[in-house]
């Protein structure tokens, strides 16, 4: 028989029937667990003051004998499978689609892809598994993959509440910003000097208020904004209708291959089509990624703009869970060239020169080098010096191998890397002075902070980019200098307090064994310590 389509990354139990003597033939079933309609954990009735929970695909192993009571079947036996499909999107060349067409078709056949992932129940008889995998069409070299009996843990994030506060983080409200207190104008207060907005910290309110305050402002004339991932319900989207109510040129540069948001950001750009927005679909051959916005104003005959320039997306909701930056100011050194990158959007044929941005594709890589030839350059005069990197993901080879050359000349290194880290510190004559830590914790670490020393005169930058190729060859990532000496000072202390943490750290080491750093005498949660050095700076001022 035609074995069943398995949807991409959707639970089945695989269901093993069999009688009491071998002369009963034993069949195979396939149950999907309802998850789409059915919460994957069902609370039951409490008893003596306990709470009872048990999972969806518990229930339905409980019940097996009853759903297949029809039969004569004694022996039920029942195993976790799921599926993984292609998820790159396959986008045809025809010239007479437009491109969100094509992006919605290649939506639909991701849906149907080849699997490219097949995880089961180790427990799962060896005869059962090689009857799925061949009806699957799967090799024994392709990713098949032994697990346990429950897959899919992204779904505990709704996990049901139990209504005991012990078993939930204490509540830490986002912050006023120092230099925002009282402050009737966001961009005001821009216009004096520049903000540092640090999430989930402070609130991601103070970004739509910005938002809002340009939409409304009689002076201003133009927004312009990256979108790649935002919120189902956006409070940035509403202010850039508003802006087009008001009579703004609004320009939004929507990203419609940003890896699972596709279909929403499809609703969005169609939503922002018909009120007005000019929409554009990035660049062909290159995935937008930088978080910019460019505000213009105009004072009598006198243009001001404002550039917002950050690490994360413009989404409320992950604003919430993950740590990120927003540098918003009005230097012409910085303004001027977020406004070079909106021109090469609107037109890619036309390469500019950055003399303060580090712009992906064209300077990222060479960039980076050049800050880490100088720090060489420096410990070779006998000079002190040192490199902080805190990313997401350390991949690409050849800056790794530039850090090596650099550990080997005697520059200090220190790595935070919440991801995936190809780089191995500590391995003698190669790695000795680089060390590395991973924080997990409530919040996500996002931000992407780089630190040179320069012989006392540090250079500091926030990125909307990670160090793998992706990033500095095939995509518009935006690297910004911190010129702001407090701005500085400050994510210099974060970096320093990051570094310093013994409880949510973990070692990153050849052995990967992910141990965590070994506690002091004071114990240092380094995001606790960075919400409370917040919230002492904001103290001072009140």
């Known amino acids: 028989d035609e074995f069943p389509w398995l949807k991409n990354d959707a639970i089945y139990l695989a ?35 306990q709470k009872f929970i048990i999972i969806l695909e518990d229930i339905i192993r409980h019940y097996l004998h009853d759903i297949f009571s029809f039969f ?20 045809d060349d025809d010239f007479n689609k437009s491109f969100i067409d094509k992006i919605s078709k290649s939506l ?39 697990g346990g009996r429950y897959h899919n843990f992204r779904d505990f994030i709704d996990f049901p509440k139990v209504n005991s506060k ?33 999430y989930p910290f402070q609130s991601f309110n103070y970004l739509i208020d910005f938002l809002r ?38 320009t939004a540069i929507v990203e419609l291959q940003a890896r699972f948001d596709e279909a929403n950001n499809i609703r969005w750009a169609k939503t922002l089509q018909e009120e007005g927005v000019k929409v554009i679909f990035g660049i062909q051959g290159l995935k937008v990624h930088s978080k910019l916005i460019l505000i213009t104003k105009k004072v009598k005959n006198r243009i001001i703009q404002y550039a917002h320039v950050g690490t994360g997306n413009f989404h409320e909701r992950t604003a919430q869970i993950y740590t990120d930056v927003s540098l918003l100011t009005v230097d012409k050194r910085i303004t001027n060239e977020v406004h070079k990158v909106f021109d090469f959007f609107q037109n890619p044929y036309k390469i500019k020169r950055y003399n303060h941005l580090i712009v992906s594709p064209f300077h990222t890589r060479n960039r980076f080098v050049s800050l880490i030839n100088r720090e060489m350059r420096n410990v070779k ?15 690409d080879r050849d800056l790794i191998d530039k850090l090596y050359e650099a550990s080997q000349s005697g520059v200090q290194i220190d790595l935070i890397i919440r991801g995936i880290c190809s780089l191995v ?47 500095l060859d095939r995509r518009v990532e935006v690297t910004a200098p911190i010129y702001d ?35 002091g005498k004071k114990r240092i949660r380094s995001q606790l310590v960075t919400y409370q050095y917040f919230k002492n700076k904001l103290e001072e001022v009140k």
């Open 15 to 49: 269901i093993h029937l069999s009688g009491i003597d071998e002369e009963v033939k034993a069949e195979y079933a396939l149950i999907e667990i309802p998850t789409n309609v059915l919460p994957r954990f069902v609370q039951i009735p409490s008893e003596g003051g």
């Open 72 to 91: 004569k079947f004694k022996k039920i036996k029942a195993y976790t499978i799921k599926i993984t499909r292609d998820a790159e999107l396959d986008i």
């Open 108 to 146: 639909k056949n991701r849906k149907v892809a080849d699997p490219v992932r097949f995880v089961y129940d180790q427990n799962i008889p060896t005869e059962f598994l090689n009857f799925i995998t061949k009806k699957l069409g799967l090799k024994s070299d392709e990713n098949i993959i032994p």
């Open 166 to 198: 012990k078993y939930y983080y204490k509540n830490l409200e986002p912050l006023e910003h120092s230099k925002l207190i009282g402050s009737r104008s966001i961009m005001e207060a821009v216009q004096k000097q520049d903000i540092l907005l640090h």
């Open 213 to 250: 305050e340009a939409a409304i402002h009689p002076n201003v004339t133009a927004i312009k904004i990256n979108l790649y991932r935002v919120a189902r319900n956006s409070k940035v989207i509403n202010a850039l209708i508003n802006a087009v109510k008001n009579g703004k040129e609004v």
């Open 381 to 395: 005069k006998g000079r002190e010096a040192r490199i902080i990197l805190k990313l997401n993901n350390l991949v």
């Open 425 to 471: 510190p500590g391995v003698p004559g190669i790695s000795d002075n680089i060390k590395g830590i991973s924080i997990v914790d409530r919040f996500l670490e996002h931000s992407r902070v780089a630190y040179f020393h320069n012989d006392g005169d540090p250079d500091v930058f926030i990125s909307s980019a990670d160090w793998m190729l992706r990033n």
């Open 485 to 519: 000496r407090k701005i500085k000072k400050l994510l210099i202390n974060i970096l320093k307090i990051q570094l310093e943490d013994n409880e949510k750290a973990r070692i990153i080491s050849g052995d990967m064994k992910n141990e965590y750093v070994p506690s």
